[in-house]
């Protein structure tokens, strides 16, 4: 299923998602730091959500109470729970 999830205190705005069986097909962010944010998505593809959750919630970006990392594991999160 494809999912779109729109951030709160990042830098990206948005993120697009597809999850297949609990595992990440696809994550594409709009805005931010897109190198990191492609490097992430990279990373996460094939894992399951439950194991991205794991290792993403609670990334902090400097000052910022989230980072993109962690509104990823928000947004996998919501969608797993619909």
């Not at 697009?16 to 944010?37: A, K, P, S, W, Y």
Request: glycine residues 10%.
């Amino acid at each position: 299923m494809r999912f779109t999830y729109h951030t709160s205190g990042t830098c990206s705005k948005q993120i697009d998602f597809e999850i297949e069986n609990n595992v990440i097909r696809q994550v594409l962010f709009t805005g931010g730091c897109h190198g990191n944010l492609q490097g992430i998505s990279r990373l996460v593809q094939g894992m399951t959500c439950d194991d991205a959750i794991s290792k993403l919630e609670g990334i902090r970006c400097g000052y910022k109470l989230t980072s993109c990392p962690d509104q990823l594991a928000k947004a996998l999160k919501e969608a797993l729970a619909q």
